[in-house]
């Protein structure tokens, strides 16, 4: 089905279409599975408590076709009957309507499960339309249900027949039978017939359920236009999505700059990488990566470190790998521990050197021990 600027409907309904569609109660519906299982299960329940119906029914009848003169024109004596009548005949009958209900319910939330909406059951002025109606008339929906319409009355019609002809002997027995038990034959014979006659009906529900969840399914169908429209309203437009991760950046990088006054010592690449690492004997089990950064970033970090006396170790390949194989507030890997801990070793000299002076430590950042598979060369 084209819509209006072109586009064909090729794209299955997204959850959100779907999960909208049930919040206006556009859900899958099998009115045949509902009203086939009102009607199975009410022949169960008329078999199960139809001779308790059925006998309660003769004794009513039995009883006021005994009335005295007196109970006639006695009023009270006439209700106290009447009332006493009904209250047997209550218990089987609100048992069979309850059953029916359940089978109701759930032969109707059989397909869809249960949903309630209040906007489904608003008037809607489009079903109004007499062209609306027309359209429904003539579309495939009722076409649909015209070929249903002719196979249940040609299942109800085969089965009956094969009903009566196969039951033929029973039938002619019941006018030999003694009152009252042709009458509770013939019940025995109608029920079994209501009850194979309705499960004949199955077909026309296990046809009419996939045809009720495809025509669903179609219904919601969507263009690739309303695919990325929904995929921009759910997720948010790329120019918005842009902005925000820039502004997460944006605070992520203040607080890796807030966290650098807390490091104890900076490795840099001079023209590139800048990696601040904090170790503290007490609480880390081994050196962390604090802060790190390049070009303008490891500026950043390297004027700050001055700023807080922090001392900056010029150490290129150790620089390269820490930026390379470490994240954010991660212990350094295994394989960097003896170059690193030279590093710290040496700061830990400087300290000492500016304290009491003597000979000036020196450390060769480029000769430190970087594993093969941690060295990069850029």
């Known amino acids: 089905m084209a819509e209006s600027d072109g586009q064909e409907r090729t794209e299955d309904a997204t959850p959100r279409r779907l999960q909208q569609a049930r919040e206006k109660g556009q859900v899958a519906r099998s009115k045949e599975l509902a009203s086939v299982s009102v009607l199975v299960v009410g022949s169960v329940a008329l078999m199960w408590f139809g001779e308790g119906l059925a006998r309660a029914l003769f004794n009513i009848m039995g009883r006021l076709f005994e009335l005295q003169r007196e109970e006639i024109f006695d009023q009270t004596k006439l209700f106290d009957i009447a009332l006493g009548s009904m209250g047997a005949l209550l218990l089987p009958l609100l048992l069979i309507l309850f059953v029916l209900f359940v089978a109701a319910l759930i032969g109707a939330a059989g397909v869809g499960g249960i949903s309630f909406s209040a906007e489904a059951a608003m008037p809607k002025l489009s079903k109004m339309n007499p062209l609306s109606g027309l ?13 249903k319409s002719i196979l249940k009355v040609s299942l109800v019609s085969g089965v009956a027949f094969y009903l009566i002809e196969a039951a033929k002997e029973d039938l002619f027995q019941l006018s030999l039978d003694v009152f009252p038990q042709n009458i509770f034959h013939a019940l025995d014979i109608l029920l079994n017939f209501i009850l194979l006659i ?3 009906l199955l077909v026309v529900v296990a046809i009419d359920i996939p045809f009720q969840i495809w025509q669903h399914a179609n219904q919601l169908k969507m263009t690739k236009q309303e695919v990325k429209d929904e995929y921009k309203d759910t997720e948010g437009k790329p120019e918005v999505k842009g902005r925000i991760r820039m502004l997460q950046r944006e605070a992520a990088q203040r607080r890796m700059m807030a966290e650098v006054p807390q490091a104890d010592v900076i490795v840099t690449n001079p023209e590139h990488f800048s990696v601040a690492l904090r170790y503290n004997q007490t609480t880390d089990k081994a050196p962390i990566v604090v802060a790190k950064g390049v070009d303008h970033m490891a500026m950043k970090i390297r004027e700050i ?8 170790v010029p150490a290129p390949p150790l620089a390269r790998a820490l930026y390379h194989s470490t994240e954010l507030e991660q212990e350094i890997p295994d394989g960097l521990f003896t170059a690193v801990a030279q590093v ?4 830990f000299q400087l300290k000492q050197y500016r304290r009491k002076g003597g000979q000036r430590p020196t450390l060769k950042g480029g000769d430190l021990p970087i594993p093969p598979d941690l060295r990069q060369d850029s």
């Open 344 to 347: 710290l070793a040496y700061v």
């Open 305 to 312: 470190a001055r700023e807080h006396d922090i001392y900056i």
């Open 135 to 147: 359209k429904r008339m003539v579309g495939m929906q009722s076409w649909v249900e015209l070929i």
């Open 198 to 200: 309705s499960c004949s």
